[in-house]
């Protein structure tokens, strides 16, 4: 079988193509100029055999309201088994435009106004807007940074702040965005065991299951009966794939009743129908795209050692947080002792860089910045090499 050609090299210009990328820089008054390197997607062309399957698709012409067949869940199915060991049913099964949004219906199915929901800072900033959003109270369980360089969990605040503040939803994030933790077994059934102890639902967000490069992946409600019966797992191929644009995550709820109110939640939206290619690509993506995302995970392996190196011999007052998944990488800007405002001043206008300020996900991210690696070589030589050229400048 001949082999997929993919240049994950190719630099591809993305301006005046709706991209968020630059939309968003324009719209936010930052120059036109910058390298975007913060929105989670990635900066390389999709499987040939995804876009095969859309332009097939395409050519059939019609576009009216669709559904799924057996093989959709079917290439899921097989793609859960085998990358994540998780068998899962097709019952289960919600499809959502994506997982914002299921985080949001969970918060709005499980809990009511008022209530805490716990999620575990820095974290993914949405998780902060849905609950704010609609009117429930954040209960932060802040994750540490110890002596060896990694992210830990405070499992006593966690189980303390669980029963002071009666909180009924934990939003999980695994692995986690941005620090790039892989959680362990131990550390799962850990946070586990309190949830069930203290009866707290959990929604765990898996959507960067698929980048792993210290470790391995757990889904959550595969650990235990008990966890699975009380976990809402959110799952997408948008960033395995690079497919965010075409809004398709899947959703999988092995308990009945949590199902339901769930199905009825998203019903209460207005949703209904997901797009119809965004289907299709998802099928594709996960029944033919193995050999894709094996020569991209090559890729972004050797993306994470040149930032790495170039940090530590060009940039010491930076430190790399080692990223053992997702392909948001963590810096630590706090040794050059600048203010947010000079930090800001130092990456938009003197190197030229978009990142994302680690303020953006809790106070306790402030003084990092978190980096998209998921781009061209030359993309990443430039942009570091600029921030390079702006520090020694200070």
């Known amino acids: 079988m001949c082999k997929e050609k993919i240049d994950f090299n190719e630099v591809i210009d993305r301006k005046n ?5 630059y939309d968003f820089a324009v719209r936010r008054g930052k120059p036109e100029n910058l390298l975007p390197l913060w929105v989670a997607d990635m900066d390389f062309k999709v499987s040939e055999k995804v876009l095969n399957a859309l332009h097939e698709r395409v050519g059939h012409g019609i576009f009216g309201y669709s559904e799924v067949q057996d093989d959709y869940f079917e290439a899921i199915r097989d793609w859960m088994e085998k990358k994540h060991h998780w068998n899962v049913e097709s019952r289960w099964l919600v499809k959502t435009p994506g997982v914002v949004f299921a985080l949001a219906m969970a918060v709005q199915a499980f809990t009511d106004p008022g209530d805490g929901v716990m999620i575990q800072q820095p974290v993914y900033y949405p998780f902060s807007e849905v609950i704010e959003d609609n009117d429930r109270v954040i209960v932060d369980n802040t994750l540490y940074l ?17 029963e002071t503040f009666h909180v009924k939803l934990f939003l999980l994030c695994n692995p986690h965005n941005p620090v790039g933790r892989v959680w362990s077994r131990e550390e ?19 959507i960067h299951q698929d980048f792993v490069f210290k470790g391995k992946h757990l889904v959550f409600a595969s650990l235990s009966e008990e966890l699975k ?45 997901l797009n119809t290619l965004g289907l299709t690509a998802c099928e594709a993506a996960y029944r033919h795209g193995e050999e894709w995302h094996d020569q991209l995970m090559v890729y972004l392996r050797a993306n994470i050692s040149y930032v790495r190196e170039f940090i530590k011999e060009k940039i010491p007052g930076v430190k790399l947080i080692e990223p053992e998944g997702t392909y948001l990488v963590w810096l630590d800007f706090r040794e050059l002792g600048l203010t947010e405002e000079e930090r800001e001043d130092l990456i938009i206008k003197k190197a ?26 030359s993309i990443l030589e430039q942009a570091l090499g600029n921030l390079e050229k702006a520090i020694n400048a200070l």
């Open 17 to 21: 193509t709706n991209s968020i990328k």
């Open 146 to 162: 110890g002596g060896d360089g990694r992210y830990h969990i405070d499992f006593e605040d966690f189980e303390r702040k669980a």
């Open 188 to 206: 799962l059934e850990k946070l586990g065991e309190i949830c069930i102890r203290r009866d707290i639902l959990v929604v765990s967000d898996e």
């Open 229 to 273: 019966n009380r976990t809402i797992t959110c799952t997408s191929p948008s960033k395995t794939f690079n497919l965010a644009g075409l809004q398709i995550s899947n959703i999988l709820i092995a308990n009945q009743k949590l199902r339901r109110r769930f199905r009825r939640q998203v019903a209460a939206a207005g949703y209904s129908q």
């Open 352 to 377: 030229g860089l978009w990142l994302d300020s680690g303020a953006m996900f809790g106070t306790v991210g402030e003084g990092f910045e978190r980096i998209n690696i998921a781009c061209p070589r």
